[in-house]
C-alpha cells in the first residue's frame, strides 16, 4: 500500500515509518526540511504538486 505520512520526522512518525517499510509498504514522508528521496517538502501553507485533482485512494490511516 501507498502510505503518505505526514510529521514523519518525529519521533513517533520515524518509528512508524521503519514499520510500515519494513512490512513492504511504500512510504512518502511530508515534512518541511526534506533531506532523503522518499520525503517530499511543504511549507504547511503552499499547495503542493497534489492540489490540482482528487486521486482516488485505497484508504487512510489517522
Known sequence: MK???PGGT????TILERALTASGHEVTV???RPTR???VGWDG????P???G??????AMW
Open 45 to 48: 501553507v503552499t499547495l503542493g
Open 37 to 39: 528521496a522518499n520525503q
Open 50 to 52: 497534489w492540489a490540482p
Open 30 to 32: 511530508v515534512t518541511r
Open 3 to 5: 502510505v503518505v505520512l
Open 10 to 13: 518525529g519521533q513517533v512518525g
Open 54 to 59: 482528487p486521486r482516488r485512494s485505497t484508504g
